[in-house]
């Protein structure tokens, strides 16, 4: 999987570009979407998190700290002239109804865009990588069988040998890193201007990038920088150029979800993460955008849906409440993420050695058995 590489993403100049209504076309075997180019045209399925038997009523205490240290982290930041970045996650429907978009995005104090990194997840024929755990979702009834949820970056070779049948002349993930590119440097406003543009001028706007849907993934983006807006900020005082995102795919917990763990990196540390997890909920919860079409297609089955364990923070946390967690799964990997920002790679690959219970003692607020698989799964990001 290709990293957004901040020094390529600054040397793009500012354009304008837009929105295009999503559009998507099927691979010989029906199962993919081959993009379309402009040159071309709880149930208990929800597995309540385990907590660890050393959770103890400090983690509840511990949930209820203020945020008195971010703040002064923040203030420090400032006096100190740093620069202050937060990071985003959203996902969205960038194109068309077979397929889910998931943009990360790292802003700094003048909400513009400092690294942005997009993939897409799609249901593939079985013989196709799917995400972690793809096999256990068909066991459960989750997924139909000869089906699997799968990465677009992931399988570029082969989704993208689809485009080319469709008379595209760039690959997916080449697509997506022009898009990340042009999206460095520009404000939130700039590329929600790009929302109203035609696909030609977007086209125009964004060198590289071929999908008549640019303007669409640069739309996710612009919301995944509004949703950054929302999160702590981390200082950075080195060089803007030294910083790459990425993002990675992972079992950190069972076998009943997959997770998705980004990683902003200067080479030698995080400074800031993320992590979001997706498990087959109960078809009353939150699904990932075009669920229903999902259902419809018959890839996943009836009842069911894939939905974000942040966005349905209230439900799923309710289900660890009965499993005796007293801490939400957002708060969880709010802590994890907390104590991971600032720490070198070194440090952190020094602690995926340790116990569980050592992991848990060493990253205040959080009481997750995982929290270890969670903190490798940042740590494969960023290596």
């Known amino acids: 999987m290709k990293k957004a590489n901040l020094k390529k ?31 071309a045209a709880a149930e208990t399925t929800t597995a309540a998190e385990t907590t660890t038997a050393v959770e103890t009523t400090a983690a509840a205490e511990t949930e209820k700290e203020t945020t008195a240290e971010e703040t002064e982290k923040e203030t420090e930041a400032v006096s100190a002239g740093a620069m202050e970045l937060r990071i985003g996650q959203v996902e969205g429907a960038a194109h068309g109804d077979k397929c889910f978009t ?22 593939l024929d079985s013989e196709q990588t799917g995400v972690p755990n793809s096999d256990a979702f068909i066991q459960d009834g989750s997924v139909a069988e000869g089906k699997v949820l799968a990465s677009k970056r992931v399988n570029n070779a082969y989704y993208s040998e689809n485009m080319k049948k469709a008379g595209s002349t760039v690959e997916i993930a ?62 950075y005082d080195g060089d803007p150029e030294d910083l790459t995102l990425n993002m990675v795919e992972a079992a950190a917990h069972g076998t009943k979800c997959f997770t998705l763990a980004a ?11 993320y992590i979001d997890e997706f498990q087959f909920l ?38 660890m409440k009965k499993a005796g967690s007293t801490v939400e799964i957002a708060s969880n990997f709010d802590a994890i993420q907390d104590f991971v920002n600032g720490k070198s790679i070194a440090e952190l690959q020094e602690l995926t050695g340790k116990t569980a219970e050592e992991v848990i003692d060493a990253v205040s607020g959080a ?8 903190i490798t799964a940042i740590l494969t990001a960023a290596e």
């Open 9 to 39: 993403s600054l040397l793009v100049l500012a354009c304008s570009g837009a929105v295009l209504t999503a559009c998507s076309g099927s691979g010989n075997d029906g199962t993919t979407a081959a993009e379309t180019t402009t040159a």
């Open 102 to 123: 998931v943009a990360t995005a790292v802003i700094d104090g003048s909400d513009r865009v400092v690294a942005a990194y997009i993939d897409e997840y799609q249901f």
């Open 174 to 235: 080449v697509n997506f890193d022009q898009i990340q590119a042009f999206a460095a440097g520009k404000t939130i406003d700039e590329l929600e201007e790009l929302a109203g543009k035609t696909p030609e001028e977007v086209a125009d706007a964004v060198s590289g990038a071929t999908l008549a849907d640019t303007a669409g993934y640069l739309g996710v983006i612009a919301e995944a920088a509004k949703a950054a807006k929302e999160n702590p900020a981390a200082a």
């Open 263 to 273: 990683a902003l990196t200067d080479g030698t540390n995080v400074v800031l993460s």
């Open 282 to 319: 109960d078809g009353e919860q939150i699904g990932v955008p075009n669920s229903a079409s999902f259902t419809e297609g018959e890839s996943i089955l009836d009842g069911k849906v894939l939905g974000s364990k942040r966005v349905n923070n209230e439900y799923y946390s309710e289900n």
């Open 367 to 374: 009481t997750l058995a995982d929290t270890v698989g969670y």
